[in-house]
């Protein structure tokens, strides 16, 4: 079983690395023993995101209802014959994620099948579902068991999930209109709604995030703290050229960081991260 095991962690390796250089530049910057359950926690979250999001001409609906119902027959048996969730499962049992955070999750998921846009109150539960708790579910496995620890660094990794998103929402406002029919803005429900001033709004709710879950980064365990904290820096600098921007500029083409720039923000880490943790 052991060879299973080990392929399907490395399964979701290839699919995270697939889909995303900055985050996988971010775990392997992690001690060794945090990699593989990290990258079985984000296989989960992108081939869920994947089925809402690209599976087009299929029934996304179905694909979800059979993808949460897999994922909590692994999760019971120990077992699963689809490699990602088979990760995942070996990653949640092992490390106590809590099933609450995997159902708010999949609802978030669910809710991009049928909402365009979000009200104030659906749009915290959204951004709870679908970035706080996949914070919380890194935290599990980062503090291996402390408990204490577990809640002290709560709101900082909840804050950290949430700023990541936001920035995703402003990065990604183009794609997210045109491909997708979906406004990430809280409140506004017609593309003639946004502008500037709505932008500077979320951009001071992100900002708030960022400073609280700096904190927090300060005090994770040494084994990730440098992998956090460049991923902190890399959307901390992809957030700076995005409040330089204005909307009708992120309208027309997405903020990019290059992967020059990537290697650069992580030598800043490496520089950065011992005086991080005295400040």
């Known amino acids: 079983m052991q060879l299973y095991h080990d392929t399907t962690t490395k399964m979701s390796r290839l699919l995270t690395t697939s889909y995303s250089t900055s985050f ?20 989960f979250v992108r081939l869920a995101d994947e089925i809402v999001d690209t599976f087009h001409g299929y029934d996304k609906k179905k694909l979800l209802e059979d993808f949460r119902k897999e ?13 990602v969730l088979h990760a995942f499962q070996l990653v949640v049992n092992q490390y106590g994620i ?20 979000y009200e104030n109150k659906e749009y915290n539960n959204y951004i709870y579902g679908s970035a706080e708790v996949v914070g919380l ?19 900082p990794a909840k804050a950290l999930g949430s700023a990541f998103q ?24 017609q593309y003639a709604e946004i502008d500037d001033d709505n932008k500077k709004l979320l951009e001071d709710s992100i900002q708030a995030e960022f400073d609280l879950a700096l ?3 300060r005090r994770l365990p040494a084994g990730v703290r440098l992998g956090v904290y460049s991923a902190y820096l890399y959307y901390t600098k992809l957030f700076d050229k995005i409040k330089r921007s204005k909307v009708k500029t992120l309208m027309r083409k997405r903020v990019r960081v290059s992967n020059l720039r990537k290697i650069a923000l992580l ?11 005295t400040t």
């Open 24 to 43: 996988s530049m971010g775990i392997m910057a992690f001690a060794p023993k945090f990699r593989g359950p990290i990258y079985a926690v984000y296989g």
């Open 71 to 83: 994922t909590y027959r692994a999760i019971d048996e120990g077992i699963s014959t689809n490699p």
């Open 98 to 117: 809590d099933r609450e955070y995997i159902e708010a999750f999949l609802g978030s998921m669910e809710m991009d099948l049928y909402n365009n846009y």
């Open 137 to 155: 579910m890194c935290l599990r496995v980062f503090v291996e068991g402390d408990g204490k620890l577990f809640d002290e660094l709560l709101l």
């Open 166 to 189: 936001k920035v995703n929402f402003l990065r990604d406002i183009k794609s997210d209109i045109e491909d997708r029919g979906r406004i990430y803005l809280p409140g506004i429900d």
């Open 215 to 217: 904190e927090g980064i």
């Open 267 to 277: 030598l800043k880490s490496l520089l950065e991260v011992k005086v991080l943790k």
